[in-house]
């Protein structure tokens, strides 16, 4: 599918996403997923919907990387309404805040604490 210049994935989510592979902790993970809201869900969260980083389904956890544009104060209320609505669907939501370009260190903080969340048996 196509995306529009600012719908991109954005590099650190891409070098997360190598990182989680390295660790193996993809199994069912899923990237870039639309969720739709019921009108119901719209009118209390006053949210239309929204294109999670990536999700676990099986273990109902979804992660949201977030980049510069999340960290304008008009976008936080609107992630924290997104999260509020898909957390009452059932959902863990896990929110990554990251400053451009994202660091090493930054990379494997966000993956050992998805491991943690996660709580993967090793063999």
Known sequence: MWRSKTERVAKAEIVIQAALGNRGLTAGYLTQIGFTFTEAEVL????????????????????????PPHLRQRQIGKDERIQACLEARGYQVQRYPYRAPISKTRVTEIVDDIEKVLNIEKD
């Open 44 to 67: 209390k969260f006053q949210v239309y919907g929204t294109v999670v980083d990536g999700i676990w389904r099986k273990q109902r956890v979804i992660v949201f990387y977030d980049g």
